[in-house]
Structures are given as structure tokens and as C-alpha cells.
């Protein structure tokens, strides 16, 4: 699923939030502030008894501005923005959230005290226009004191955010719905294209909010003629009621797709998932979409890394074929040598063809020769011509296979890459690519080892079933943990896990084996057959790479894709 469109860019939506955000939050108390990515800042506000995570971020994917109950690692030194947040905030309260201007900023208005203990006023600005998204910190005086990203008079578009500036949102060229001027603007319909004209005149509506509101008035988008009197009522109407939407009789947030709505549409794409206020919505899809976008850059090192080891390795099998296309007809070269060994005596030096019987085709056939070489001269210049293209074969043969089984071995990296969490970190992937020299971590001076991350583990009536989470672990699991007795599973023809029933000589039960084969086929995202054999029937595939190994004397059964989390160890420990 990719997040690149939501309903973040709808003022409708956005006024929702800020209004259920402002009815819960209006006078909290700042508890904590913490930065944890260069775009994201997170308020920890102590609200009806409780600590609230107010998250925000400017990720052009993501933009956001929600609560969450969600956590993430912070950096050992906090960034220069968030320092200056905790300077300005951390004795301070929230007083009010609103929308800014009638534009897609949600102004959070903090009351604070200064190090002399006066009462200072501050706006933490947070602009949520996708790729165009900012958060801008100023005083009460709306002089910006800093903010994450630092637009300069030639590439602000006049939006200018810089220090010392006085904050000033992007020109809105339409004015809002909710204003006197937009519900004129609409009123003032002309005949045509109400859906356009409704966007061109306005700002604060996406065409899908546009439609649903055309819908619910029971007006079509094309109308030749203007509005009549009761036709421009429902539709001003209903307008006034979107003014205040928190409190509009059909108020009931959902997120349906990729899209949060303040209420059903009709014409919404995807399973829609009711939720008791809009801060949930936004939650519930922006968390999903943070971590999927993190995640996908986080690794967009290693992807690129894999990328291009596979392109030069495609290359270098496409080279292989043909070297050894060459050689197919290299015995030509030995019979042809063979051929002038026997009519050697017919043969003089300064000949330049050999007019013989073929006896390997009993047909008459010419060769030519080298008039500067000897009969024998000739004979050997064949004969080294096959050698050397049958030693050619030799080594391209063998160089194919290994080349052909680093093919599959990268198969197994980008399927590593594609389902590594987003909380799991790449340590492995990124040692598994720099024994390929495909890839070099920076380095950052000393830093202490990393303790091996372990293999997931689950109890399963009794047994102890491991499953490897990428390839050298799989071969830690499958070559040093797992005995010849215990059992060992794997997709069938598939890259995946290598689990094992840690089975100590017992016999598995058929319900083990079931939800062992299920473990193993989790990431293949539809029923798919696994085999299942004693680990003693396990060999490592000769000249192969981690993980990659050739198995005998195996049962194959069909299991559905099933990770089980509620039956990992850690997991259930932890509830």
C-alpha cells in the first residue's frame, strides 16, 4: 500500500480534528517533549488525569497531527528544534487548538512561563499540505523562532520560514467555505459545471468532499442553468452545517481506503472502518502509513544495494550463456586438428586448405590452414584453440552455477528486505551484503556490537519451534541449533524461514507440524506448500551462501500464511 494522497489535504477533515483535538487537549499540561525523527515531534500533555502523546509530523508521505498511543525510540541528543521546544514549553500549557487562517494549519496556542516567570505567549504552527508541510515554531507576536524546515524569498513562493521572520501562512487565492465571501461565491453559480465551479471558487474542499455534498443536496454536477432558490438553500444549508461538522447531525468519522472522512460518502473506495472520533481515524491510518514510509526509507540503502547486485549479476549469467554458446562447437576445432594428424603426408608447408575425407561424415570437406605454420604447426594451432575453449566451458560452467545460485541467494535478501519490520533492525541484511561487497556501512567511529537479535521462538504443546527471521539466522538455526532428530521446515521451492521443532527425539504431533508448516508459509501471503523433513536430511548446498541448502526424504504439506503472534514466547510473557 502506498500513502502518497489522504484526506489530510481536506480542511473539512482537518477542522474535525482540531476541534476534537482542542476539546481534549484545551489546558493540558506539557510533560515531555521528544523528537524522534528530523520531521516529527512528539507532546506529551497530561489531560484528564491522564498523559496524552500528541504526535506531528511534516513527512511529505504523512503529514499528521493526532494522538497516538504508538512509541518510538528517541535519539541519544535531541535535535536543536526540539531543545528549543523544551526551552520555550516545558513549563507551559495548551490552551487552544484551532485552524489558522482558514487554511490547512492547526495552530496549537501555548500559555508559558518565562525564566523570569513571567506569562508568555507561543504558536506552534503545523502545516499539514503534504509535500508542502512544515512546523513552525513563533512567539505571541508570530515571530518565528525556528522550524524544521527553512523556506528562504526565492523558494518559499512567499511563504517565507525563517528565523526572525514574522509568520505569515501561503496565500490563499479562494476563499474558504466556511466564509461569508465562499458561500456567496457558491450561491453566485452561473449554470455549468457545479462540481468545478464549487472547487474553483472555494478552498477547504477535496472534488470527493464536493461530490458527497452534491450528493446529500440532491444536485447534479451539471446544471445549464443557475440555482433556484431552494436548490441554492440545500445546498447552502448543508455548507453551513459543514462550518461546525464535529456537531452536524451526520457526523461520524470513518477511514475508508486511503482516506479519513468526517462522515460516509457514497462514493468512498475501500472497507470502510467506523471510529468513535476522528482522532482515531487519523491515527489508525497515519501510524500504519509512518511506519510503512520510515521503514521504506530507512532500508532504501539496502534496496538500492540489492538492486544493483542483481543487475550485475544478470549481466554476468547473460555472459556466461554466451561464452558458453561459444563453446558448443569447440570439438569442431579437435576433429579438425585430428583431421590434419591423418593427411599430415599430403600437407605442405605454405598451403592455405586441406582437401580431405571427413571420416567422421565420409564427406569430402576443407580446412583452412595457416601458410606460415607447419603441418603439425597447424594441427596444434587447432588443437590449442579446443583446449582453450574446453577449459573455457570448465570454469564458465562452474562460474554460471555460482552465479545462478547468488541469483537465488539475492531472491532471499529482497525477501528479507520486503518483510523485515519496521521495529527490527537491518544489522543482518547489512552483513550479509558487505561478505558480498555489495555493501559498506558507514562507519561512526567505535561502536559497540550489536547483540545478535534472536530467531522468533514459540511453546507449541510442549515443543520449542525457532523460526529464522533472515538467512544467517537461518543457518545458525538449521546447522547449530537444530540436532539430526529434530524437525525441519521450509517453503517448498520459495525463499522464506528455516523453523525447526526442537523435538529431542519425541515424535511431532500432526497439530505441531500444522502450525510449525503454518510459521513457515507466514510470508507467502496465500496457501502454500511446505516441506517438512528430519534435520538430519539437511546439507548445506556445496559453494552455496548462508541459508541456502538441498534437503531428501521430505513430506510436503499445503498450510495457510499464519506468523501466529499470539503464540511467541516474548509476546505472551509480555501480556
Known sequence: MVYNRAMGSDFLALSALADELNAKLAGARMDKIVQPEADEIRLFLRAGGRTECLVASCNAGAPRLHLTAERKQNPVTAPNFCMLLRKYLSVSALEEVSMWREDRIIALRFNARTEMRDNATFYLFIEIMNRYSNIVFT?????????????????????VVLRGVRYSPPDQPKPNYRTEEGKRAIGAFPGGDLHRWMLDKTSGFSGATVSEILRRAGLDADIPRPLSDSEKERLLSLVTQLDDVTHAPFYAPCLAGKDVYPFPYAAAKGERRDFADIISAYDALYTAADRELRNKARLKALTTAVKHLRSRTEKNIAIDRERLAECENMDKWRMMGELIVANIYRVKKGDTVLRCLDYYTGDEREIPLDERLTPSGNSAA?????????????????KLAADLLLLDYIGSLEAEIASLPYDSPATAIEEELERLGAFRKKSKGKVRREKAEPPYEYEIEGFTVLAGKNNLQNDELTFRVASSSDLWLHLKNRHGAHVVVLAKGAPVPESVIKIAAEIAAASAGANAEVDYTLRRYVKRRPSGHPGQVIYTDFKTTVARPDAHSELLKGRRNAD
Do not use: W
Request: proline fraction near 0%; glycine fraction near 10%.
Open 139 to 159: 512567539d505571541a507576536d508570530l515571530v518565528i523562532l525556528d522550524a524544521v524546515k527553512h523556506l528562504g524569498f526565492d523558494d518559499g513562493g512567499g511563504h
Open 382 to 398: 587447432y588443437y590449442n584453440r579446443y583446449n582453450k575453449l574446453k577449459r573455457t566451458k570448465e570454469f564458465t560452467e562452474k
